[in-house]
């Protein structure tokens, strides 16, 4: 009967100390060359036989110039910039996007106007700026129904091998992609470690590689409806900020001195592109003139010259459009209409008295109705002014969650 046991010996090989010396040399050797390289291997140059060169609109001015060369040399049809906001200065710049800046650096260096095209992705796109320029080219290229089915993109230095990855993952497979690597000569690459500059580019840009390889999930059609939602917000950022302009300037603001010295805004509803909404206009100028009620007891004439029918969720509402009579005698208004309303927002949230929308005669019967740029009386701001009271008829049994809200007084 054999006895149980519990233990036993067991012969384990295992590295002396030179083998382990041996080893550590060799990772170090494989490091140190990885290390050294790495620069050239994200600096990578793929060039294609193409007519259109993209260029991305951040390079420098140095670089700009190569640019103008390569087109030149290779005789490409056109030239396209992709670009986004600047980030410093944007409102006092003439020009808004890191496109608008390479545009006219390059004209000015003599780049025939007629070859350049732009596009920049919105402000509120504020990560994976290269992918959602390359998402917003490819949507810029089918809308414009552009005969290229390849292009070259010109990029700098170890920025290359990312953006043709991200470029590829926003285009279809049928789409050539060659990428151009322009010098940047703010570091030696050679020996980028010497530097600052060259240590924060090269090895920020090792990581973002390895995060566009192993961790990005491209979502084409995500990342697109946020760019063109993304555009509809700035049109309605920048309309607010031309408000706010002409609310600060004392020549044309409807508040009272004291209050323009400390005035830093209007107040508004969240930008929500779900109230910009299609509705179908239906004209009908049947109705008499009549004596509109305002804040005073002044009675302007007007007529009802339509009404929109739209949908908000599950409801079906209406409004009637209004036009003033005395702006009809003047060719600049003979257009102009008038949409005055009330919801159940007013009087808590936005201005007890109603809002108003600017309307302008429609040339079709489906039009859209935009409650983001619904806007406060000048009443709500100072009592001197006589304002439109909203008819009735013109009572959204809803709440409109958008547009302009209170004044702070």
């Known amino acids: 009967m054999s006895r149980l046991k519990f233990i036993e010996r067991k012969e384990r090989l295992r590295f002396t100390i030179t083998g382990k ?32 060169l993209v260029v991305e609109g951040w390079l420098p001015d140095k670089v700009l110039e190569s640019v103008m060369a390569e087109f030149y040399e290779k005789n490409y049809d056109k030239l396209i910039i992709t670009g986004k906001p600047t980030e410093r200065g944007y409102y006092i710049s003439e020009y808004k996007t890191s496109a608008d800046i390479a545009q006219q650096t390059l004209i000015a260096l003599g780049f025939d106007k007629n070859k350049i095209e732009k596009i920049a992705i919105p402000r509120t796109i504020t990560k994976d700026r290269t992918y959602a320029n390359a998402v917003s080219l ?34 279809p497979e049928k789409f050539n992609i060659g990428i151009i690597s322009g010098k940047d000569v703010s570091y030696d690459d050679k020996k980028w470690w010497n530097s600052s500059r060259g240590f924060r580019t090269v090895t920020g840009e090792a990581l973002a590689y390895l995060y566009v390889k192993l ?56 930008i929500n592109p779900d109230y910009k909404i299609k509705g179908v206009f239906s004209i009908d100028t049947s109705t008499s003139i009549f004596k509109m009620k305002t ?75 935009d409650f983001n740029l619904a806007y406060n009386p000048y009443c709500a701001y100072n009592n001197k002014y006589s304002c439109p009271i909203p008819p009735d008829e013109n009572k959204l049994g809803i709440r409109i969650m958008a547009g302009e809200i209170k004044f702070d007084q």
């Open 295 to 369: 804040s005073t007891e002044r009675l302007p004439e007007y007529r009802k010259y339509g009404s929109i029918e739209f949908n908000i969720d599950t409801n079906h509402l209406s409004l009637n459009v209004y036009q003033n009579i005395n702006l009809t005698k003047n060719p600049e208004f003979k257009d102009y209409l008038f949409i005055p309303f009330r919801d159940y927002t007013c009087g808590e949230e936005s201005y007890g008295g109603g809002r108003y929308l600017d309307f302008r005669i429609p040339q079709t019967d489906t039009v859209i109705i």
């Open 215 to 270: 961790f990005f999930s491209p979502d084409n059609e995500t990342k697109l409806n946020q760019i063109i939602d993304g555009y509809y917000i700035d049109k309605i950022n920048e309309h607010r900020r031309s408000i706010f302009l002409e609310f600060k300037n004392p020549n044309t603001s409807p508040i009272i001195l004291k209050q323009i010295e400390k005035f830093t805004g209007l107040n508004y509803f969240d």
């Open 21 to 52: 010396l041996i080893i550590l040399f060799f990772i170090i050797l494989i490091f140190t060359l990885i290390f050294r390289n790495i620069s050239s291997f994200l600096s990578v140059n793929d060039p294609i036989n193409t007519k259109l």
């Open 138 to 171: 490819f949507y810029y290229l089918k809308k414009t129904k552009s005969k290229y089915t390849s292009f070259n993109i010109y990029t700098l230095g170890c920025h290359s091998r990312r953006s043709k990855i991200l470029f590829q993952n926003a285009f």
